[in-house]
């Protein structure tokens, strides 16, 4: 089981949940335009093509992770629901509710063995449990969340950092002449003979296009 950076293993309903969610949003990347590419020879200059592109690429992982994370916050959601739902229901023997026939019909019903709770692990297990335990699973199950919802904000963080020091250096490179890679994961922007600019400021290359990943912290 991956324990998805948060030291210990998850959930594993939560588990298959995040990496269903992971699969969909890696689909989603496979169907973009291909990306820029990341390694240079040393001396040799970066395409004028690839840094112009590099803020838009960017922009499209930023996208990525934050419809991630929106899911992460609407699956915390849901499971906070719950288990306020299963702090009501062992107050009363008996609840009435509307039983649903179909996508458009109910009839009237009695929800009743309100402190029995049949509670899904993960693969098709099931486990009966009261509703005090099935609140602690679910409180388990929101702290897995939590720590994951952190770990992509901080992704999200990280990326939005690499796409304004990919756009400073794409607006450097229309005032200066080319950008040249030193063959060690730094590239400078350099004046061209006729232009009377000072060597500005070297990034990381990895800063500019690395991959952020999809799943788990960075």
């Given at each position: 089981m991956?324990?998805?950076?948060?030291?210990?293993?998850?959930?594993?309903?939560?588990?298959?949940?995040?990496?269903?969610?992971?699969r969909?949003?890696?689909?989603?990347?496979?169907?973009?335009s291909?990306?820029?590419?990341?390694?240079?020879?040393a001396?040799?200059?970066?395409?004028?093509?690839?840094?112009?592109?590099?803020?838009e690429v960017?922009?499209?992982r930023?996208?990525?992770?934050?419809?991630?994370?929106?899911?992460?916050?609407?699956?915390?959601?849901?499971?906070?629901?719950?288990?306020?739902?299963?702090?009501?229901?062992p107050k009363?023997?008996?609840?009435?509710?509307?039983?649903?026939?179909?996508?458009?019909?109910?009839?009237?019903?009695?929800?009743e063995?309100?402190?029995?709770?049949?509670?899904?692990?993960?693969?098709?297990?099931?486990?009966?449990?009261?509703?005090?335990?099935?609140?602690?699973?679910?409180?388990r199950?929101?702290?897995?969340?939590?720590?994951?919802?952190?770990?992509?904000e901080?992704?999200?963080d990280?990326?939005?950092?690499?796409?304004?020091?990919?756009?400073?250096?794409?607006?450097?490179?229309?005032?200066?002449?080319?950008i040249?890679?030193?063959?060690?994961?730094?590239?400078?922007?350099?004046?061209?003979?006729?232009?009377?600019?000072?060597?500005?400021?070297?990034?990381?290359?990895?800063?500019l296009?690395?991959p952020?990943?999809?799943?788990?912290?960075?």
């Open positions: 991956r324990d998805h950076g948060l030291g210990e293993a998850m959930d594993p309903l939560l588990a298959a949940r995040v990496e269903e969610l992971d969909k949003i890696a689909a989603g990347a496979r169907d973009q291909p990306q820029p590419q990341t390694s240079q020879a001396g040799a200059p970066l395409g004028r093509q690839e840094i112009d592109r590099a803020p960017l922009e499209g930023l996208e990525e992770q934050e419809e991630r994370l929106q899911s992460l916050r609407s699956y915390r959601k849901e499971y906070e629901d719950l288990r306020s739902t299963l702090g009501e229901l009363r023997t008996q609840h009435p509710i509307m039983v649903p026939l179909n996508s458009v019909a109910f009839m009237p019903g009695r929800l063995h309100t402190n029995e709770v049949t509670v899904l692990l993960g693969d098709n297990y099931f486990a009966e449990r009261s509703a005090s335990q099935a609140q602690d699973i679910l409180t199950r929101i702290d897995s969340i939590d720590k994951l919802i952190e770990a992509q901080a992704q999200i990280a990326l939005l950092d690499k796409k304004i020091t990919a756009e400073r250096l794409r607006d450097q490179l229309a005032n200066l002449g080319r040249v890679s030193d063959g060690k994961g730094n590239v400078t922007a350099q004046a061209r003979p006729d232009r009377h600019f000072p060597v500005l400021q070297s990034f990381p290359h990895s800063k296009i690395s952020c990943g999809a799943g788990g912290a960075a």
